[in-house]
């Protein structure tokens, strides 16, 4: 079945540095892939759609500057969260929508592990 | 905007019990409802879904469904194992304008004991 496997799947970082994430896709296209965000005892949080090419689809509220998104290639995603402050340590998942599979209007996503930021 | 409101947990059954987590969302239009598993240390993975009223999305003995007079998408399964021990997620799809993505419910975590 389809996979995405997502990297780190946790990291620790000094305030003020930049972490990045990625998330690819292992056996199929993702022309769209999502970012989420979960707080502990929390829903997701959708933070920004990202298709291949194209820039980032950023949801109200979330800062475009310090959540970088790029999809260079329709099997990999990346999150970079700049200038890292501990407000920003929570649990980010991606999800990709395969391209084939997608144009059928099944919306079903593949979900990745996850990476858990802590930031000091 | 479009919500989904589920049962909080967690939830601990012994082997073999129903078990039943509620799931009610408030949405414009129609839309699509799932449930998604996220076994421990696992990714997220949908366990069903139904797209239209009275559908009825099953999968590994859990049924769910569709309920637009009480909207509704209550997750059961008549007898659980310890392997469905996980955190299970309701979410919506919806399919106009803004609406065109995942809106999740907290997720209901289920322990199965022997």
């Known amino acids: 079945g389809a996979v995405v496997s997502q990297h780190p799947s946790w990291v620790i970082c000094k305030s003020g540095t930049s972490v990045k994430i990625e998330c690819r896709s292992l056996?199929?296209?993702?022309?769209?892939m999502f970012w989420y965000r979960q707080f502990p005892k929390q829903s997701l949080m959708l933070m920004a759609t990202?298709?291949?090419?194209?820039?980032?689809?950023?949801e109200q509220g979330v800062e475009k500057d310090k959540f970088l998104i790029n999809h260079a290639s329709l099997t990999l995603s990346t999150l970079t969260v700049t200038s890292a402050h501990p407000e920003d340590s929570s649990f980010y998942i991606c999800?990709?929508?395969?391209?084939?599979?997608?144009?059928?209007?099944?919306?079903?996503?593949?979900f990745g592990a996850g990476s858990r930021l802590t930031v000091l | 905007g479009n919500s989904v409101t589920q049962m909080e947990g967690p939830v601990t059954l012994s082997e073999e019990a129903f078990l039943t987590i509620n799931c009610t969302y408030t949405?414009?239009?129609?839309?699509?409802l799932f449930w998604y598993v996220q076994y421990p240390g696992e990714g997220l993975q949908l366990l069903l879904k139904a797209t239209k009223a009275d559908d009825k999305g099953s999968n590994k003995g859990f049924e769910a469904t569709y309920r637009k007079e009480t909207t509704s998408f209550h997750l059961e399964k008549g007898s659980v194992q310890v392997s469905d021990s996980a955190v299970y997620f309701c979410?919506?799809?919806?399919?106009?304008?803004?609406?065109?993505?995942?809106?999740w419910g907290l997720g209901t975590s289920l322990a199965v004991n022997p």
């Open positions: 999800s990709a929508r395969d391209r084939v599979r997608g144009q059928s209007g099944a919306n079903v996503l593949t």
């Open positions: 979410a919506l799809w919806g399919h106009a304008g803004n609406n065109r993505k995942l809106i």
């Open positions: 990202s298709n291949e090419g194209s820039k980032a689809t950023y």
């Open positions: 949405a414009t239009g129609y839309p699509s």
């Open positions: 056996d199929f296209q993702a022309t769209t």
